[in-house]
């Protein structure tokens, strides 16, 4: 079974423009990305939509290939890249693992979690949840949150706090239930990648902004593995750059 990584890559960021060149200690972002993403796969490729990106990523000895700028989604950029790629390099893939750009501490680890659900041949997608922490992280709604089935699908995904405890204080709600969190990287196989993104916007999708409820709400199975490995710094801000290029001068 042939397995990728696909790196979602656009130059622009309204609160931090060319995100994926931003330096981190003496490399771009999208460099550190795809060197703990090649820990763990052989063939990994980042999709943009700027030539600048291309550059940098084949000055660093990486593959790259170039996506429509009109993308809603990286899901949707996965689809084309994965073409392209099939054009480019001639890598035709069975599974695409989508890997979030502008994580650079990225665990390959994560990868390993996630290629393991492909064994099983009834996988369509598969993507990473934890267990909350805190009660903070089930009350946010910059968490997503996520209930299973008995064989591990999500059945909804929230970002309003899923299930909710019936008669039971909400400060003691971590200890009465097991809530877990999902994390942001996805794989798919291929052949259900093309179909996905053919599919419209649902109306749950539209509701909690999430784009996996629209591949429930029409049928698609999302496999959820719990990992122990942590959810890697996000870098969406300047101060966010800041802090992780002090993070590698302290390592």
């Not at 899901?75 to 084309?80: H, L, P, S, V, Y």
């Not at 369509?124 to 910059?142: F, H, N, R, Y």
Request: glycine share 6%; hydrophobic share 40%.
């Amino acid at each position: 079974m042939n397995i990728i990584a696909i790196i979602p890559s656009r130059y622009s960021s309204s609160r931090l423009p060319g995100k994926p060149l931003a330096i981190i200690g003496n490399k771009p972002m999208v460099q550190w990305v795809y060197e703990n993403c090649k820990k763990g796969l052989d063939h990994v490729f980042v999709a943009t939509d700027d030539q600048r990106i291309i550059d940098a990523v084949e000055e660093f000895g990486g593959k790259a290939v170039m996506t429509s700028e009109n993308h809603s989604s990286g899901t949707d950029r996965c689809a084309e890249a994965a073409v392209n790629i099939e054009k480019k390099y001639g890598i035709k893939a069975d599974v695409v693992i989508n890997v979030q750009g502008d994580e650079p501490f990225f665990e390959s680890a994560q990868i390993d979690d996630i290629k393991a659900c492909f064994d099983n041949p009834d996988t369509q997608i598969a993507t990473l949840v934890q267990e909350a922490k805190d009660l903070d992280q089930v009350l946010s709604q910059s968490e997503v949150k996520v209930v299973l089935n008995n064989w591990g699908e999500g059945v909804y995904f929230s970002r309003s706090p899923i299930p909710f405890l019936h008669n039971i204080a909400q400060k003691d709600w971590m200890t009465h239930h097991t809530f877990y969190r999902h994390l942001g990287i996805y794989a798919y196989r291929t052949d259900i990648l093309k179909e996905i993104v053919k599919l419209n916007r649902s109306s749950l999708e539209i509701a909690e902004s999430l784009e996996q409820l629209r591949w429930i709400e029409n049928g698609f199975p999302v496999s959820c593995v719990i990992t122990e490995l942590d959810e890697t710094m996000c870098i969406d801000t300047k101060e966010d750059l800041k802090k992780a290029n002090e993070m590698v001068k302290g390592k």
